[in-house]
């Protein structure tokens, strides 16, 4: 019990230093964690109320009663931003959330079970893949309407390929180890294997995937929404505000630049904080990444 105790903490300490070794991981963390308390204090950081209009200060640049700026109704840009970091963030995990629960579901079976069910799924699969990704989320976007639940809807079930061949992949190679093949010899069910065996030992994998998925979803989200097919006004969230301001780019830059900015740095960080922890956790996922 010491022994493997020791094993652990012996392995997450290298973990910790292959993390720590990267700046931009880091930076990454930071933005992300950044993010996180903004999100959490939303109500108390906020300058302004993000859905109240004031016409006494219509498209106002930056000043120092509202740094950065104002829309045409008068709300503060800052506020708003402020209040769309929750949005980004809950969109994002939301999404990727839906897309691991099918994909993963799907990649388990057709990997364990092989044979017709493989077929099945991975031909379905591929015919998924076979249309582009924009023109599906769009077709079930427009299918359900705008709003935040649908948008999580329409980007999940285009998201999940990705996860489906990767746990697939993954499984194959496990399943035939010494340790699943005692497990079946013991009259262990194949539900109880896949549970207790297969799917903590791909669980890094799976992981670091969902890492970097994360600035692909809030990036669709923001895609959507800014078509008009996302979060409808006056939410706050950061590409329906870009969608807002594009008709007044050249008299108020800043409608545009600001939440364009959130979004850049947001996308940033999570993809910082994903190679990090690919390169920390799966060794494996980074070299095959770079290959």
């Not at 963030?89 to 079976?109: D, F, K, P, R, S």
Request: proline share 5%.
């Amino acid at each position: 019990m010491i022994s493997r105790e020791k094993k652990r903490g012996s392995r997450l300490w290298t973990v910790v230093d292959i993390f720590t070794r990267s700046k931009l991981a880091l930076v990454g963390l930071f933005i992300v964690t950044v993010l996180i308390v903004v999100a959490a204090c939303a109500p108390w950081i906020a300058p302004h109320d993000p859905l109240k209009h004031n016409y006494m200060h219509l498209m106002e640049p930056p000043s120092p009663s509202f740094p950065l700026g104002t829309d045409n109704y008068g709300r503060g840009i800052l506020s708003r931003i402020i209040y769309g970091a929750k949005y980004a963030l809950l969109l994002g995990m939301a999404i990727v959330a839906i897309e691991g629960l099918i994909g993963v579901t799907l990649g388990l079976l057709a990997g364990y079970y092989g044979k017709t069910v493989e077929m099945v799924i991975m031909r379905i699969t591929d015919v998924m893949l076979s249309i582009p990704a924009i023109v599906l989320a769009l077709a079930v976007a427009g299918l359900l309407g705008g709003g935040l639940i649908n948008v999580i809807i329409a980007v999940g079930v285009v998201g999940w390929r990705g996860y489906t061949r990767l746990v697939r992949s993954e499984v194959l190679s496990i399943k035939e180890e010494f340790y699943v093949e005692a497990a079946r010899a013991s009259g262990a069910s194949n539900t109880g294997i896949i549970l207790r065996h297969v799917l903590p030992n791909i669980s890094t994998s799976i992981i670091v995937y969902m890492s970097l998925s994360i600035p692909s979803a809030i990036l669709w989200a923001a895609g959507l929404s800014f078509l008009g097919l996302g979060a409808q006004p006056p939410t706050p969230e950061w590409g329906a505000m870009l969608s807002n301001g594009r008709d007044f780019m050249r008299r108020a830059w800043w409608m545009t630049t600001f939440p364009g900015l959130a979004i850049m740095f947001t996308v940033l960080g999570f993809n910082f904080l994903g190679d990090g922890l690919r390169d920390a956790l799966d060794p494996k996922m980074a070299g095959r990444s770079e290959g």
